[in-house]
């Protein structure tokens, strides 16, 4: 297979039903990364997971390297054009609908358990068995983009919950805990016509011989496949644009609001819509996730936590390699850990070169 795959009419008419109905009656619609506002919580599956924890620089933000590089491109965009990044520009809107492989709203199990998906998402690695985990919705509005990044990595022990999201992305791009990684395959279907709205899909080739990035604009009922984990990816900018985007940066949320409306609310006056939009004005992706096992064996040493990953020896690992490659002199260069976690993101994980 290659990198990055695009298949077209995948989902039958009952299945793109059963998903606009979900994606109408979801409570809200949240900015990454941060809550839902009270009155409005589905329930929480229960999130099983093993005993190891590790705490390591908590005043970081869970995505702190995909903070630094926004950082860096708006430091950039600066340098080239003389303006910095509208506030708001790249908080796009999230609706998780499973959660650790259990619904957290009525409709998704259909498309938990598709069988298309499954059969597709066995041709991202060398596997024979699939266990989806996590379905979620990505809504972006007019005027925001999703700069490259990959996403969150899993690994027998350490999973999302258990370290903080910037250190599993690390791990994954470091190379030195391949035989705790659980291959993760990601199909994102587009069950809406967005022809010329922008809002792209770009990613980066990883092969020496393909261009810097190509750029897909994946029909109406297409799916894109690939393993997110690894290959950097980006949303282009959406057409149009909104003066509302600080407002999403500070918390402000979508909910549905009848006969394909959608209103835009503040955390603190939910009462009093902000604006309101047409379905065709947003970017509605749905994202499905599985972990890909070769065999038997592999998906039972996951499922009994037979072969754990030591998370204590994670950040030990990690500094060693910053030693070997002359970026460490001493154990730590005498850092905190917030320095030192910086150093670990600016190191170890590949972000492209601002500008490609």
């Known amino acids: 297979m290659l990198e990055v795959e695009v298949f077209d009419d995948v989902f039958r008419p009952d299945e793109l039903d059963e998903i606009h109905q979900v994606r109408r009656s979801f409570p809200a619609y949240i900015p990454s990364g941060r809550k839902m506002p009270k009155g409005r919580r589905p329930p929480h599956p229960a999130r099983p997971l093993t005993t190891q924890q590790l705490e390591f620089a908590p005043q970081l933000g869970g995505r702190a390297d995909v903070?630094?590089?926004?950082?860096?491109?708006s430091q950039h965009m600066f340098n080239s054009t003389g303006e910095r990044e509208a506030l708001g520009h790249t908080s796009y809107l999230r609706g998780n609908y499973v959660i650790r492989g259990q619904p957290v709203i009525d409709g998704m199990e259909g498309f938990l358990h598709n069988d298309r998906l499954a059969d597709l998402a066995l041709g991202v690695y060398d596997a024979d068995?699939?266990?989806?985990?996590?379905?979620?919705?990505?809504?972006?509005?007019?005027?925001?983009?999703?700069?490259?990044?990959?996403?969150?990595p899993a690994f027998r022990g350490a999973e999302l919950g258990q370290l903080p999201s910037w250190l599993l992305v690390a791990m994954h791009h470091s190379g030195l805990f391949e035989q705790w990684r659980l291959p993760v395959a990601t199909v994102i279907g587009h069950p809406t016509s967005r022809e010329g709205a922008?809002?792209?899909?770009?990613?980066y080739p990883q092969s020496k011989a393909a261009p810097a990035t190509v750029t897909l604009d994946p029909p109406f009922n297409s799916v894109v496949i690939l393993d997110a984990d690894t290959i950097f990816h980006r949303v282009d900018q959406v057409a149009g644009e909104t003066s509302l985007l600080p407002e999403v940066q500070r918390g402000a949320f979508l909910v549905p609001a009848g006969a394909d409306l959608w209103q835009l609310h503040q955390q603190d006056r939910a009462d009093s819509p902000l604006a309101t939009f047409s379905s065709d004005e947003l970017r509605f992706t749905i994202s499905w996730k599985a972990y890909c096992f070769a065999g038997e064996a592999a998906q039972r040493r996951w499922a009994e936590h037979t072969d754990d990953l030591a998370i204590d020896d994670v950040i030990p690992t990690l500094t060693e390699l910053l030693r070997d490659r002359g970026v460490l002199a001493g154990s730590d260069d005498g850092l905190d850990e917030g320095e030192l976690?910086?150093?670990?993101?600016?190191?170890?994980?590949?972000?492209?070169?601002?500008?490609?």
């Open 341 to 356: 976690a910086a150093v670990i993101i600016d190191e170890l994980i590949p972000f492209p070169p601002p500008g490609t």
């Open 198 to 203: 922008g809002g792209e899909f770009s990613y």
């Open 129 to 152: 068995r699939v266990v989806p985990y996590a379905v979620y919705a990505n809504v972006f509005l007019p005027g925001q983009v999703l700069h490259p990044h990959t996403d969150i």
């Open 67 to 73: 903070g630094r590089y926004v950082r860096r491109l």
